[in-house]
């Protein structure tokens, strides 16, 4: 796990305030993958990303949430106005590859508490 | 409505014995399936997978089993050792790209001495 770098490893947020989610891959990786882990709940796919790109957003809300992963320094999760409902463990994974049979390597995740 | 389920949340064995964890799945797209490992404060750890075309894969203690006919896979370690003391989390993706994968809730398993 110590090869994807997540930071902050904590956050607390009040209601209505920012939460921006770092992430560094994997060196070599060039695919990074957000999940969201809500208490007693499975992972839950948000974004897929390669360097400039969005290539799948479908678990992404809406509203509020968006991405990043630009071509120098780490991926970006970022939370606009956020809500009690947003608190959860964000993991972010990388894989070299987009298949699937090249396993993703999870981060150790940022806990986000709003409070 | 979930698509990969894991029924029992927490499962507790003897050291020594075998562990058996389950997962069923609901969407016959799914071909590739996937168990990851978690402790406390960290992240998953991928450990073993299996294509739909197998019905068996294993590696060392570990092995999986796929009944497609029956929507059901199961993880088997033997022997249990107190290091499998983790959270399994059972996933499955439609094929092809990695960013289908769709996660059960996960079996907290004990191993006791």
């Known amino acids: 796990n110590a090869g994807v770098m997540q930071n902050p490893r904590h956050l607390v947020r009040r209601r209505g305030q920012e939460a921006r989610l770092r992430c560094s891959p994997m060196k070599g990786h060039s695919h990074v993958y957000w999940y969201r882990q809500l208490p007693e709940e499975g992972l839950k796919f948000m974004v897929y990303l390669q360097k400039e790109n969005i290539i799948d957003e479908s678990g992404m809300p809406k509203e509020r949430f968006s991405a990043e992963f630009p071509k120098e320094g780490p991926s970006i999760l970022r939370i606009q106005q956020v809500v009690r409902g947003d608190s959860a463990a964000y993991f972010c994974a990388s894989s070299p590859t987009g298949v699937v049979d090249s396993p993703l390597h999870f981060g150790n995740g940022t806990r986000l508490t709003v409070t | 409505d979930q698509q990969v389920k894991q029924n029992s949340p927490s499962l507790s064995v003897q050291e020594g014995r075998i562990s058996i964890l389950n997962c069923d799945y609901t969407n016959s797209m799914f071909d590739y399936f996937l168990w990851y490992k978690k402790y406390p404060a960290e992240g998953p750890t991928f450990l073993i997978s299996?294509?739909?075309?197998?019905d068996k894969n294993e590696d060392g203690r570990f092995t999986v089993f796929l009944n497609k006919s029956a929507k059901h896979l199961s993880l088997h370690i033997v022997p249990s050792q107190p290091g499998d003391s983790a959270v399994y989390f059972c996933a499955a993706s439609p094929g092809g790209g990695a960013d289908g994968l769709t996660f059960g809730k996960g079996t907290h398993l004990i191993i006791q001495p």
């Open positions: 299996i294509s739909s075309i197998k």
